[in-house]
């Protein structure tokens, strides 16, 4: 069978993750990556055709394909043959839950779906790394986890479960960015405090990190907070992880050294990695799940407390593209995502 994903939408998420299936196409064993440029833009023609470029191909609706010829783009044909060819689709979109209801569910079910980390409900969440084995599972929709989800997961898995240490409770605090550097919306001129909304866990970050973990029996004792920054360079994440009994602050730098998502950084400022992301990440992203401020971690008897930088939506990217692979390749998946080893630092 024809190895074929299909993308839905061009935003912040969609562009860079059709570029990372494009331009790896081959390594990682695809025969087509496709895109759905839902609205035809005068002014994103370039990001078309830089996308066409990277070996992609267009898809719109039946209705905006005269308008995608007029911009110069021949090669464009219905989305409902892209539906029928592909056998992943990542759905990249604000609305992944009404695009289910309206479209996908009534597709062929042996496909394999993903939606975005804020499509909360959309199916069983995933990151790549954290946990694998969901994608073992009979299930054909897989919510791809947020970048605040990777981050606070990894820094759980990375600290707490993996060094079988008992985690008491873990606190976090989001510090967002107002928005991505592609983005005019949403920008805010002042520090912006988000509601704790839910009364168990604070905000949906700590909410989300805990039904990932539940998803394999694991049951945590989490809260978040989140507030909105007026910058747009990456989230930052504050933690403090209580255990039952005390740490050391040498064992806790071991375990950031052997932790497979986690970087480290002696920088303390955000634009400072945003910028080594620009210059040698894919797309501009880091794709570990969290690049950690290594003289930020502080152990106080059973407490480590840090801060932890998200590489903006690079972990989300590199999940996707991980549980594409699988779909097409369960026996050698992880093997082809070493490819992407190149992106992944250390220390930086
Ligand atoms: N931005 C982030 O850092 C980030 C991180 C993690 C998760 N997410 C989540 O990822 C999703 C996408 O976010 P984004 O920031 O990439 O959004 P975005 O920049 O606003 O882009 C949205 C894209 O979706 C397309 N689109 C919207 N509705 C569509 C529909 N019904 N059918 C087909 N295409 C449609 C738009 O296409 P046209 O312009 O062609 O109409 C546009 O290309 C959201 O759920 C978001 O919460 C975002």
Known sequence: MSKNVLVIGTGTIGEPLIGLLAEHKKSLG???????????????????????????????????????????????????????????????????????????????????????????????????????????????KFLIAS????????????????????????????????????????????????????????????????????????????FSSAIKLPTQYMHTLWFTLTFDEHIKHKDILENLRDSEFLMATEKMSSNKVFSFGRDHGYHGRLLSHGIVAEQSLHVKDNTLTGYCFTPQDGNALLSSVAATVQYYYKDNWKNKMEIFNRYLFKNI
């Open 30 to 140: 695809l025969d087509s990556v496709i895109f759905f440029k839902r609205t035809p833009l005068s002014d994103e023609r370039g990001k078309v055709e830089a996308l066409l470029r990277k070996g992609a191909e267009i898809v719109s609706t039946s209705e905006a394909l005269p308008e995608f010829t007029k911009l110069g783009f021949a090669n464009i044909y219905d989305v409902e043959k892209a539906y029928e060819e592909a056998d992943v689709i990542i759905d990249c979109t604000p609305s992944g839950n009404d695009n289910w209801d309206n479209v996908y569910s009534s597709l062929n079910q042996n496909k394999r779906f993903m939606a975005q980390g804020s499509e909360h409900g959309f199916g069983s969440f995933f990151a790549w790394g954290i946990n694998n084995e969901v994608l073992e599972s009979e299930d054909n």
């Open 147 to 222: 970048c605040n989800t990777h981050n606070i997961a990894s820094i759980v898995k990375s600290f707490a479960l993996d060094q079988q240490r008992e985690l008491t409770e873990g606190r976090f605090v989001c510090l967002r960015r107002a928005n991505d550097v592609s983005q005019n919306d949403s920008f805010s001129p002042s520090p912006t405090i988000t509601k704790h909304t839910n009364q168990k866990f604070g905000t949906h970050h700590a909410r989300d990190v805990h039904e990932l973990f539940a998803q394999d029996g694991i049951e945590l004792n989490l």
